[in-house]
């Protein structure tokens, strides 16, 4: 079974509109990043999340860590098509931080129409 | 400040061929980590090297090696391809602290075809 499950899959949102993506994981995060990966291409770090009510913002993109930390949500504010692509979690589930090894999420793929 | 670079961008091969990917690490970064992605899929992680050995290492055959060289860089060899060995493998590095590694900064991939 996925132990790290990323929703939605896909996601098509009209231009200047918010979304919010998931990351859900089986056990407790110690680290979690958010990557963006334009298809068939390396990936973009955005963020890293450790503490738990950890919350992050880059430009228009805003990454949380719950308390508990196995669930974080990355929030897009007034998309723009420059957006558009696949979004990433990848989980450190070693205490005390990462030891390089991470998990993925399958990813969620999003369109932005202009 | 050059990033994470691969080599080369794409290559094909068949099956039960060999084959060797090369990455260079972002300056300043001494651990070099190795993932596969397949079409649809988040990577994989495949193996990581520090001061020249395989520190950690995933769930893959023993057809699956590396090396690192004293500059950092690094090399991923995988032999007998297999048609499932078709992915985008990618190249990632960070600075280690001990045990612990920071922030993994990616390449662009290779796009390995076994045919």
């Known amino acids: 079974s996925q132990e790290l499950e990323q929703s939605p899959q896909s996601l098509i949102v009209q231009e200047g509109k918010n979304l919010t993506i998931n990351c859900t994981s089986s056990?407790?995060?110690?680290?979690l990043y958010w990557y963006k990966q334009k298809y068939g291409e390396g990936l973009i770090f955005l963020m890293m999340?450790?503490?738990?009510?950890e919350e992050k913002s880059h430009e228009k993109i805003t990454a949380k860590l719950d308390e508990k930390k196995q669930q974080s949500s990355l929030h897009i504010t007034a998309s723009q098509p420059s957006h558009a692509g696949i979004y990433l979690c990848g989980a450190d589930w070693n205490y005390g931080g990462s030891q390089g090894n991470l998990i993925f999420g399958k990813g969620t793929k999003l369109s932005v129409k202009p | 400040d050059a990033g994470v670079t691969q080599s080369p961008t794409h290559l094909i091969k068949t099956r039960g061929q060999q084959v060797t990917l090369r990455c260079s690490p972002k300056s300043g970064h001494d651990t070099v980590s190795w993932y596969q992605q397949a079409l649809g899929q988040g990577p994989q992680f495949i193996f990581q090297y520090y001061e020249e050995e395989e520190r950690q290492r995933g769930n893959f055959p023993d057809r699956f090696s590396g090396h690192q060289f004293p500059n950092y860089s690094s090399e991923l060899n995988v032999n007998a391809l297999l048609l499932g060995d078709s992915a985008l493998y990618l190249c990632a590095s960070s600075l280690a602290a001990g045990a612990l590694t920071d922030t993994q900064y990616f390449g662009p991939g290779t796009r390995l075809t076994v045919l």
């Open positions: 999340l450790q503490k738990g009510g």
């Open positions: 056990k407790t995060l110690y680290g």
